[in-house]
């Protein structure tokens, strides 16, 4: 009784605003007591409306009421204070966001643990006889959870401590001899054993291949110093040759200069791409193994098994490549150009000097692979392409996975994306491209246009700024019924060969070359491009005006 006498003393001389014992108690006309500073502070508030109101109540004041220090309230608190008993503070009490205690009654407690017997959550205080009584000691305490109730079967109010594997789920014991008779039904226990074992085991893969993935960063990242040392050298190089020329070979020392570069940056951008799917790679193998070593250390049996049920597969590589390192020969073949052309020069200048360019436009930085001379050789580097539907124009619609495009009539219902086409019936891949890459795009109709292109072509504008072929930032082969045409800087070129309704693209992103191909029974060059990529190429198409026409980037094995 007399505990309950302290609860309740407590509870009167508390402020309402802090929830804690009262500090310069004064009391408002109404009779309600508080805090002088939180009264004070609270109707500081409410000046500009001069209109003051007691926080419990409402009952308004005017004017001001004049503020003054109960004494009487005062000396209780302070005789209260002595008996050692202090108002609980309020970050003690549960939130929202927080698991109540169970027991308490009138404002809850934060819980500090659950008992997944008891199937309730206790403060520090009701939890005491999980400590002390001998039929309880024994009890499973884990972390706070306001998931207990889904340790209960709904169908026999029971807890559910055995697991079904036939079906996939917890079950209770009545369960095991109902519905679940017969099925393969064990302790969730022995459940979670196994499961546990199975993830430990990946993430030991997730960790082996973080640290393959790394090392492979590591390279990538001495093939980036290997590219700049190199093409620094061959700067210096041409830089030291041209300083000896008169001044008519100043125009030609520049245009090696910045072919070199060129070909550095595209080369580095092709690299760096590959870290940075390396680093994503990375990244995302870190999280999974941070979700797994959370899941793994649930104490809830139950709780692991469902949570563990509702992961995907982990530990699978999105990506399959090696890195290899060649050797670092990158520009030496220009620096042996350009001394070759120095001391040739005064009886051959004219026909040496126009060797040079070509010497640099040739540097294979990583690899040097001539062109494949039959389709069984291009199909091994065919990929796997989708269209992304961010980038569609809202006429047409894809299916098939997004990777058929259909022109429709109407405009399809679609989100705003500041990547979509809104002036032509036109659509990018998901997949950037470098490297050696191979594709073919069926198409029917009246006609279509088959394209690679920078990121960053415009997705609005005028034709010259977004329409495939028509600027600088995209190549395309325009395709009808009877005729070719390819489309580079607003400059077409009439194209010659077989007509057919497939289409192959060939590119090899270090060498500079694209290539377009008539597929049927045989494969026929339609037009070869030799020039400088300086950053990946994306795959598009594009359809006429002619509802119905349809292309789609095929699957190649």
């Given at each position: ?16 605003i802090c929830?804690?014992?009262l ?15 939180c009264l004070?502070t ?6 500009e ?5 007691c926080?419990?109540?409402r009952?308004?004041f ?8 109960n004494t009487m309230?005062?000396?209780?608190v ?6 050692g008993?202090?108002?609980v503070?309020a ?7 927080d ?10 407690r934060?819980?500090c ?14 939890l ?9 000691k ?6 706070p ?5 889904e ?10 401590k055995?697991?079904c ?16 008779k ?12 196994e499961?546990?074992?199975e ?10 291949r ?12 001495q ?7 190199s093409?620094?050298?061959?700067v210096?190089?041409s ?6 020329l ?5 125009k030609?020392?520049?245009d090696?200069?910045q ?20 680093e ?14 959370m ?11 469902k ?7 982990l530990?699978e ?33 004219g ?17 040097s692979?001539p ?9 091994k580097?065919?990929r796997?392409?989708t269209?992304?539907p ?11 996975g997004?990777?058929?495009?259909t022109?429709?009539?109407q405009?399809q219902?679609s ?5 979509r086409?809104?002036?032509w ?13 191979y594709?073919?795009?069926e198409?029917?109709g009246?006609?279509?246009y ?32 009877n005729?070719?045409n390819?489309?580079?800087?607003n400059?077409h070129?009439?194209?010659s060969?077989?007509?057919?309704s ?12 694209l ?5 049927s ?17 994306l ?9 119905g ?7 190649l094995?």
């Amino acid at each position: 009784m007399a505990q309950q006498g302290n609860h309740l003393a407590r509870e009167a001389l508390s402020c309402s605003i802090c929830l804690d014992l009262l500090q310069d108690p004064v009391t408002v006309p109404c009779g309600h007591s508080y805090c002088m500073n939180c009264l004070t502070t609270h109707w500081d508030k409410e000046d500009e409306r001069r209109d003051y109101s007691c926080p419990q109540c409402r009952q308004t004041f005017t004017p001001r009421p004049v503020l003054g220090k109960n004494t009487m309230l005062a000396f209780l608190v302070e005789e209260l204070k002595k008996t050692g008993l202090q108002a609980v503070p309020a970050h003690c009490y549960a939130g929202p966001e927080d698991v109540a205690c169970d027991v308490c009654t009138g404002r809850k407690r934060k819980a500090c643990k659950s008992c997944l017997q008891c199937l309730a959550s206790y403060c520090d205080k009701h939890l005491q006889p999980h400590f002390e009584a001998d039929l309880i000691k024994k009890h499973k305490l884990v972390e706070p959870s306001k998931k207990l109730q889904e340790n209960v079967c709904s169908r026999h109010d029971e807890v559910m401590k055995m697991f079904c594997r036939t079906d996939q789920q917890a079950i209770c014991y009545l369960c095991s001899v109902d519905e679940h008779k017969g099925h393969d039904t064990v302790s969730a226990k022995a459940e979670r054993t196994e499961r546990q074992r199975e993830l430990e085991g990946s993430r030991l893969n997730i960790k082996q291949r973080i640290q393959d993935r790394e090392k492979d960063l590591r390279l990538l990242q001495q093939q980036v110093e290997a590219i700049n040392g190199s093409a620094d050298k061959a700067v210096e190089h041409s830089e030291k040759m041209f300083a000896e020329l008169i001044r008519l070979m100043e125009k030609r020392r520049s245009d090696v200069k910045q072919q070199v570069r060129s070909q550095q940056k595209a080369e580095v951008s092709r690299v760096k791409e590959l870290q940075e799917m390396l680093e994503q790679e990375i990244t995302e193998l870190k999280r999974n193994d941070a979700e797994l070593q959370m899941l793994l250390r649930t104490e809830d049996h139950n709780q692991f098994l469902k949570d563990c049920l509702s992961l995907s597969a982990l530990g699978e590589s999105t990506h399959s490549f090696s890195i290899k390192i060649c050797p670092l020969r990158y520009f030496e073949d220009v620096t042996s150009a350009q001394s070759e052309v120095r001391d040739k020069l005064q009886d051959v200048l004219g026909e040496n000097f126009t060797n040079i360019s070509p010497t640099v436009t040739e540097v294979d930085v990583l690899l040097s692979h001539p062109e494949p001379k039959d389709r069984a050789v291009f199909l091994k580097y065919s990929r796997d392409i989708t269209l992304d539907p961010n980038t569609a124009h809202t006429q047409l619609l894809l299916s098939d996975g997004n990777r058929k495009a259909t022109l429709m009539t109407q405009h399809q219902p679609s989100s705003s994306h500041p990547d979509r086409f809104t002036g032509w019936c036109q659509v990018l891949s998901r997949e950037s491209m470098t490297g050696r890459c191979y594709w073919e795009v069926e198409w029917s109709g009246f006609g279509v246009y088959v394209a690679v292109t920078y990121k960053g072509i415009s997705r609005a504008g005028s034709w010259t700024e977004c329409k495939f072929g028509y600027n600088d930032k995209s190549q395309a082969l325009y395709c009808f019924n009877n005729s070719y045409n390819f489309w580079e800087k607003n400059v077409h070129t009439p194209v010659s060969g077989p007509r057919s309704s497939r289409v192959g693209v060939y590119l090899d992103h270090s060498a500079g070359v694209l290539s377009f191909y008539s597929i049927s029974d045989t494969m026929t060059l339609l037009h070869r491009v030799q020039t400088t990529f300086t950053e990946p190429l994306l795959a598009g198409i594009g359809l006429y005006w002619s509802p119905g026409d349809t292309a789609e980037m095929c699957k190649l094995k």
